[in-house]
Every structure is written in structure tokens, then in C-alpha cells.
């Protein structure tokens, strides 16, 4: 019996994230000036020419990937904006943040392994300042609806602040302690010190 377009799809997409994976793995493992299309589609158990149907190229597989780790963050932003009280969405936006990264541990620590080398944020070029711009976008309209007297300091502050922390704790995330750590972000943001 012949697959069904839905069928199709769901295998593509399935083909799609285990390139991805691959990629991120050997990106971070060996750089991604040093890691070849060829060295991709080994990892990923087909011939170089099939990985083309899915990706145009290294390149392509980066962005991929980096839109990826930004549906993660979009995802906490939504997260966030189910929270009636929008003084309380920064909390919210904080919770959801770390949710997804222990979600995607993996993921988060393969992804910051790479993002750090000149090459991947070369080739990122003007989408990574895109990026970047755009969540400290949405961090301002929640911390200047919050009250927040300095929002856009405030937004800088928080953005570093999830940032470094997902990269610590996804270095060594059985002794980070990860709880505490939100719990105290939290009450500086819960305060009425602003």
C-alpha cells in the first residue's frame, strides 16, 4: 500500500531533524569550517547527493538548525503570553525558558557549542542580528508592560541573564543548580524594585 501525503511528510520532516542533528553534533565537535557535507550525510546514514534533496548545503543546514533553537525561544515568548497578568509574564517567559531548554538539553548544548565559532557566526552574518534584535524586542514589551522603569536595560539584563544561564547549566546539568538559580531571576524580576 502507498504512503499517504501525510505519511510522506512526517518521514521528510523526520529525514529533516536527524540531518539536523548530525550537522549540530559534528558542528560542535569539530567546527564547522572542519565538517563537510560529505561528513554530515555519513553521520546521517545516506549518500551526499540524497542530503542535497533536503538541504542546499551547509549553510542551509546551519540556518536550519539556529531557526530551530528560535522556535524555542518564540515557544517561551507564547508561553509567556498566556499569562493574564502581564506583570507576572516576565516570570512566565522566565519558567517556559528554562522548560524548554531542559526539554531539549541535548539540542541546547550542541547548539551553543557551535554558535561561539567565528565561521557559524559569520555565516549567520545579519539573521543572527535579526534574531537577536527580535527577542530583545518582545523582552522590552513585556518588561514595559511589567512596570519595569528601565525596560530596555532591563531587557538586555534578562536576555544575558536566561542566556548564560541555559549555557551553564546545559555544560554540566546535573550539578548547576538550575532550580535555585530560576527561583532567585524570578524574585528579581517578581520585585518591586524597578
Same mark, same amino acid.
Given at each position: ?7 510522506n511528510q512526517e518521514i521528510r520532516e ?9 550537522? #549540530?553534533?559534528? &558542528? ?14 555519513e553521520a546521517a546514514g545516506m549518500s551526499?547527493?540524497? #542530503? ?9 543546514? #546551519? ?11 518564540l515557544a517561551s515568548f507564547a508561553a ?11 516570570? =512566565? ?12 538539553? @541535548? ?13 557559524? #557566526? ?6 543572527? @542580528? ?18 519595569? @522603569? ?8 534578562? &536576555? ?13 546539568? @546535573? ?14 524580576? =517578581?520585585?518591586?524594585?524597578?
Amino acid at each position: 500500500m502507498p504512503r499517504s501525503p501525510l505519511q510522506n511528510q512526517e518521514i521528510r520532516e523526520a529525514t529533516r531533524a536527524r540531518i539536523m542533528n548530525h550537522a #549540530l553534533t559534528l &558542528f560542535s565537535e569539530h567546527g564547522y569550517d572542519a565538517t563537510s557535507v560529505k561528513m554530515i550525510a555519513e553521520a546521517a546514514g545516506m549518500s551526499q547527493g540524497l #542530503l542535497y534533496n533536503y538541504f542546499a548545503g551547509k549553510d542551509a543546514l #546551519l540556518r536550519a538548525i539556529f531557526e530551530a533553537s528560535m522556535r524555542d525561544v518564540l515557544a517561551s515568548f507564547a508561553a509567556a503570553e498566556t499569562e493574564p497578568d502581564v506583570r507576572k509574564r516576565p516570570e =512566565a517567559l522566565i519558567r517556559a525558558s528554562f522548560e524548554i531548554v531542559r526539554e531539549n538539553l @541535548e539540542f541546547w548544548r550542541l547548539s551553543y557549542g557551535a554558535r561561539m565559532q567565528r565561521s557559524v #557566526l559569520d555565516a549567520l552574518g545579519s539573521s543572527l @542580528e535579526d534574531w537577536t534584535s527580535a527577542i530583545h524586542a518582545q523582552l522590552l514589551v513585556f518588561l514595559s508592560e511589567a512596570g519595569f @522603569e528601565d525596560p530596555a536595560i532591563e531587557a538586555s539584563v534578562l &536576555f544575558a541573564l536566561i542566556d548564560g544561564i541555559s549555557q551553564h547549566y546545559v555544560l554540566d546539568p @546535573e550539578h548547576y543548580p538550575i532550580d535555585v538559580i530560576i527561583e532567585h531571576v524570578i524574585r528579581r524580576y =517578581a520585585t518591586d524594585g524597578r
